[in-house]
T-cell receptor, first 112, second 112 residues
């Protein structure tokens, strides 16, 4: 079966610092990898995705890095703000394009 | 406003009763999904549907049932056969094969 997991369940950073959230995956055949943000009591929201043939993709204050050699995905958040406090999930789409598989999540706390 | 709506937000049921969770979307998405989230856990796929009148089991379908009679609606029934139904249930929809899934606000089901 497929599995997506995270190295660290919790992460605390000072406001203004950069955050790095890591994720390991096992299915080499996934076409896309995605990061979602879930605030307390809400559903997850899409942040950014990266296609499996790319190494890096940048968004607004976020960068996703994909290392296919070691099956590792990371989300970098620049100048972390209090509003970034949430649980972050990595996810992958199966190569059939039919299912999203989510990791356990990392809880990010931004310290003012 | 386009979006995906889950109702109710909180639901209490007695053990042994079936309960149906509502999920409606007006995004014209073909694909819809149901996930279960337990505390400190990731999202686990219960059922998904790529098109009206068709749906597929996810990883934890036992004790659940769904229907997809209309494109806009994908209700989930938690049956008495589900041994541990207390959880946070999330519905999502997407353009089939797209990386961005749109989630509802979730329904927190408590069985007493």
């Amino acid at each position: 079966g497929e599995s997506v997991g995270l190295h660290l369940p919790t992460l605390s950073v000072q406001e203004g610092d950069n955050s790095i959230i890591n994720c390991a995956y096992s299915n080499s055949a996934s076409d896309y990898f995605i990061w979602y943000k879930q605030e307390s009591g809400k559903g997850p929201q899409f942040i950014i995705d990266i296609r499996s043939n790319m190494d890096k993709r940048q968004g607004q204050r976020v960068t996703v890095l994909l290392n296919k050699t070691v099956k590792h995905l990371s989300l970098q958040i620049a100048a972390t703000q209090p509003g970034d406090s949430a649980v972050y999930f990595c996810a992958e789409i199966s190569n059939t394009g039919n299912q999203f598989y989510f990791g356990t999540g990392t809880s990010l706390t931004v310290i003012p | 406003d386009g979006g995906i709506t889950q109702s109710p937000k909180y639901l209490f049921r007695k053990e042994g009763q079936n309960v149906t969770l509502s999920c409606e979307q007006n995004l014209n998405h073909d694909a819809m999904y149901w996930y279960r989230q337990d505390p400190g856990q990731g999202l686990r796929l219960i059922y998904y549907s790529q098109i009206v009148n068709d749906f597929q089991k996810g990883d934890i379908a036992e004790g659940y049932s769904v229907s997809r009679e209309k494109k806009e609606s994908f209700p989930l029934t938690v049956t008495s056969a589900q041994k541990n139904p207390t959880a946070f249930y999330l519905c999502a929809s997407s353009i089939a094969g797209d990386t961005e899934a749109f989630f509802g606000q979730g329904t927190r089901l408590t069985v007493v």
